[in-house]
């Protein structure tokens, strides 16, 4: 697909993004909710370059995908950019879903997108394990599953652009466990053993 056949939804403003219904609507339920709940917290942000300056973030994909939203629409609230993250072509050309997914910024992966929305100054996100790491099952958490898988590296090339690891700590954990959850409530747990739970995302 060239430039030119590109939809203009692809490349709509950052602001355009983060005030659609849709994605308001996710941050009410994963920022507002789920973030205080895992108790997550960003730092690195400041080793991102500015806005205006694109990037490629890479890490690997968990098993529930419930990070993905928790992470970025906290990832807009803080700096203002809402990312487009690389979702498989096949689960994105899904009729219902298509919509949704491009009104939050997730669009069809491929090098050549990629690559043309790192040039115009956006950042993107990318989990190069895919759909293998996602169905890789509990028992496999924390496990790279990239195979060689190179694609990113040609986005970030093609696109002029650097590429950022980040890593959420104990993000295979964002599943509900009633016992933990009042373990929390009633503040049973030690400060120290707290702090090792906390959430974490790191660039």
Known sequence: MTEQEYPKDFFLPD????SSFIYRMAILIFYNFFGPFYDVEMVGLDKLPPKGTGG??????TTHCKDIYTFGTMFFLKTGRAL???????????????????????????????SELCR???MVGCFPGGAREAMTGHENAYKLQWGKRRGFAHVAKNGGVKIYPFFA????????????WLA????????????????RQYL
């Open 56 to 61: 490629l973030m890479v890490s690997m994909h």
């Open 15 to 18: 602001e355009e993004i983060g």
């Open 169 to 180: 700590t104990n993000e295979e954990e964002m599943r509900f466990n009633p016992l933990f």
């Open 84 to 114: 487009r993250g690389m979702m498989h072509r096949s689960l994105y050309y899904v009729p219902i879903i298509k919509p949704l997914m491009t009104s939050i910024g997730m669009l069809p992966g491929s090098r050549e997108l990629g």
């Open 184 to 199: 929390n409530l009633f503040r049973l747990r030690s400060e120290e053993h707290t702090s090792e739970l906390q959430s």
């Open 120 to 122: 115009r100054g956006y």
